[in-house]
């Protein structure tokens, strides 16, 4: 074999850091060492991965097409030494989740899946869509939960959970009395809402067809506590996921506002790359999940 994992291990690190020496230093290895492996692969196969910008790195289309090729062979060569040390442990698994999913759903599937797998460790990323779809492209996470609709060449978009957005106020809000809103209401009202890029927005916003253009979006926050908080102190009426308001409706500190004339429905999803090796953990890890939809709550 004209190349080894070592260098596998130096191209895709240099690939993520885009800089040599941060790509030595993440592998223990001196900078000499790791540019001489990369400098010898290349040359073996009379080839340029990188285009060099000073002392940046930069992926050419050689390299992005080759760097999942590449991660799938390191993932199922660990694996394989694994397995060859007879060891169960899974080891750290990276996942990814927008907020909604990240706050009231992840950190307990975190807790069931290292109760369930001695040693296993989950290291968990919080962020929005766009961000969580960036990372798993890049390989930076194994797994991601997201909220959003997403369609990518490289990615695999599972359906998930079903979920539906729900509108509130705080209960001293004039619009609390009433029964349920119409169009006028939404139109006259001043709204705290998630940013743009996040799946919440994108699920409100496909809602709010012929109105958006309308809308007084007075206040645009990138956490749903925020969004609570804001909606409690009276800034305006908000619009997020069931599962984030069930407390504070029980609490009585927000009340739901009927609007039945728009369609507040949607879904959650799992993304991979299509090219990641998908070891045990990330299949124990999908099992967990299909466990979380067949017991998601239907209230």
Known sequence: MRYSLRQLEVFLAAAHFENITRAAESL????????????????????????????????????????????????????FERDLSQQQDLGLL?????????????VQMMADYMNRHDG??????????ETIARMVENYELDVGLIE?????????????REDDLMVFCAPEHPLA?????????????????????????????????????????????????????????????????????????????LVHLRVPQRDWHRRFYIILHKQKY?????????QLCEAYHLNAPSD
């Open 28 to 79: 223990a290895m001196s900078q000499s060492a790791a540019s001489s492996s990369l400098r010898d692969l290349e040359q073996q196969f009379d080839i340029q991965l990188f285009d060099r910008v000073g002392k940046r790195l930069q992926l050419n289309e050689l390299g992005r097409v080759l760097r999942p090729k590449a991660e799938s062979l390191l993932a199922q060569a660990q694996g």
């Open 94 to 106: 990276k996942v990814g989740a927008t907020l909604t999913i990240g706050n009231y759903l992840a």
């Open 120 to 129: 296993a460790d989950v290291q968990l990323k919080v962020a929005n869509t």
């Open 148 to 160: 959003g609709e997403l369609q990518h060449s490289d990615l695999e978009v599972l359906p998930w």
């Open 177 to 253: 009395s009433k029964s349920e809103l119409s169009d006028e209401d939404l139109l006259q009202a001043q709204w705290v809402v998630r940013e743009s890029g996040s799946g919440t927005r994108q699920a409100f916003d496909r809602a709010m067809h012929g109105l958006l253009g309308d809308l007084n979006l007075r206040h645009e926050l990138q956490h749903t506590e925020a969004i609570k908080r804001a909606v409690e102190a009276g800034l305006g009426i908000g619009c997020l996921s069931d599962i984030a308001l069930r407390d504070a409706f029980r609490r009585g500190s």
């Open 278 to 286: 998908r070891g045990p953990g990330i299949q124990s890890w999908l």
